[in-house]
């Protein structure tokens, strides 16, 4: 949402083609005009509300992609590729019969509820990572994943959502650090109240990395800051400044003008 408090200028853009409405031969110029070296396949085209493509109308389209000169990556679906059997299988089986096309990283978005057990569900997340390794044997973009939805309807107000958050998310990071063919992952973070304009999904502050106005970081942000660095990249030095502190939303009471009676 708030951008303006960071410089984004030193990180490696990638662009994606989002949905079906996006793949216009000028669209892969210009990423390869600006210098781009990536490009992302569709978002979620197993979901109505998102790209809603049926794997027959992208496979038609999907040698776009492999003549634009750039590194390609598969159509990040809402199921992880491993549990896809609707969508991502039959794809990546079209993909397979068909010499003319490829993907250089296969893109993963998974969410995992660990309200439970944030350790099993961090392990069983890896386990996700490795199966969808085994099953290409590609590199890795996973380009959303956070705590799922169970835990999201948890407010970071709550001590134990906070930690069991803070615990899933350093078992994983540790773990996809030590994954060679994990190249790149994404947190997606929700904003510390919730009340978030990306696809007003409530009561998700558990996620948060940041809060949006400020740019400060919470605990989870702190976390992943000395967790995901990835190799190359020099660590930003944070200080107490950076941080956001929380403090419940409160309710104002309405006033009245109303003459009291005698």
Not at 65 to 88: E, H, I, Q, R
Not at 93 to 111: P, R
Not at 146 to 170: I, W, Y
Request: glycine share 6%; charged share 20%.
């Amino acid at each position: 949402k708030n951008f303006k408090n960071r410089s984004f200028d030193n990180m490696d853009y990638v662009p994606m083609i989002w949905g079906q409405g996006t793949v216009k031969e000028a669209a892969f110029e210009n990423a390869k005009k600006n210098g781009y070296k990536y490009i992302l396949g569709y978002n979620e085209p197993d979901l109505a509300n998102q790209a809603n493509m049926s794997t027959e109308k992208v496979i038609n389209r999907w040698l776009d992609f492999c003549n634009s000169g750039l590194k390609v990556g598969s159509p990040a679906t809402a199921t992880a590729p491993c549990w896809s059997d609707k969508w991502f299988k039959p794809f990546m089986e079209k993909i397979s019969a068909n010499s003319s096309l490829d993907v250089d990283f296969i893109a993963v978005h998974c969410y995992w509820g660990t309200d439970l057990d944030s350790t099993k569900g961090a392990l069983q997340f890896l386990q996700a990572i490795d199966q969808t390794y085994a099953l290409y044997h590609k590199p890795i973009w996973i380009t959303e994943f956070a705590v799922g939805e169970q835990h999201m309807k948890l407010s970071m107000a709550d001590p134990t959502c906070a930690e069991n958050t803070r615990n899933f998310l350093k078992i994983v990071l540790e773990g996809l650090n030590a994954r060679s063919y994990v190249e790149r992952y994404a947190w997606f973070p929700y904003n510390i109240n919730s009340a978030n304009d990306i696809d007003s999904n409530d009561a998700s502050g558990s996620t948060a990395l940041f809060d949006y106005d400020s740019g400060k970081l919470t605990d989870n942000g702190f976390l992943y800051a000395s967790l995901g660095n990835p190799e190359g990249y020099e660590t930003y030095k944070l200080t107490d400044a950076d941080k956001y502190v929380y403090e419940e939303p409160t309710t104002q009471q309405p006033t009245t003008t109303a003459t009291p009676k005698v």
